[in-house]
Nanobody, 124 residues
Framework: QVQVVESGGGLVQAGGSLRLSCALSGRTFATYAMGWFRQAPGKEREFVAAISRGASSTSYADSVKGRFTISKDSAKDTVYLQMNSLKPEDTAVYYC?????????????????WGKGALVTVSS
C-alpha cells in the first residue's frame, strides 16, 4: 500500500522561505505523479502544485506561480515544495498526494494516498 509522509512545516515571517518534503513508500516512486494541496482554516482544500511521474510536466495554482517550485528526487523517493516569498495567506496545512493518474491527482478526486499534513504558518 502506497504511503506518503510530509515534513518541513513551521513558522516563518512574511517574505521568507520554507521547503516541504514528502517521502513515498510502499510502491515504485517512478510510477506516481505527486502533488501538494493545502487547506487554510475555514476553507476548502485547494490544489497547489503537481509534478508528473517523469518530472516532465508541472502544474501550479495561479496563487503560487512564480513563488513555489515543485521538484522530485527519484533516488530518495521524495518530492519537494520550495516556497519563497511567503505571504500570510499561504498559512495552511499542506498535504502531499500521490496518484498514478495525472487528472485524478490535480483535481484531488480519488487520490490513492494522502499525507497527514504539515502546518505552515506565515506571520505578517
Amino acid at each position: 500500500q502506497v504511503q506518503v509522509v510530509e515534513s518541513g512545516g513551521g513558522l516563518v515571517q512574511a517574505g521568507g522561505s520554507l521547503r516541504l518534503s514528502c517521502a513515498l513508500s510502499g510502491r515504485t516512486f517512478a510510477t506516481y505523479a505527486m502533488g501538494w494541496f493545502r487547506q487554510a482554516p475555514g476553507k476548502e482544500r485547494e490544489f497547489v502544485a503537481a509534478i508528473s511521474r517523469g518530472a516532465s510536466s508541472t502544474s501550479y495554482a495561479d496563487s503560487v506561480k512564480g513563488r513555489f517550485t515543485i521538484s522530485k528526487d527519484s533516488a530518495k523517493d521524495t518530492v519537494y515544495l520550495q516556497m519563497n516569498s511567503l505571504k500570510p495567506e499561504d498559512t495552511a496545512v499542506y498535504y502531499c498526494a500521490a496518484d498514478q493518474n495525472w487528472f485524478t491527482l490535480v483535481t484531488g478526486t480519488g487520490v490513492v494516498a494522502w499525507g497527514k499534513g504539515a502546518l505552515v504558518t506565515v506571520s505578517s
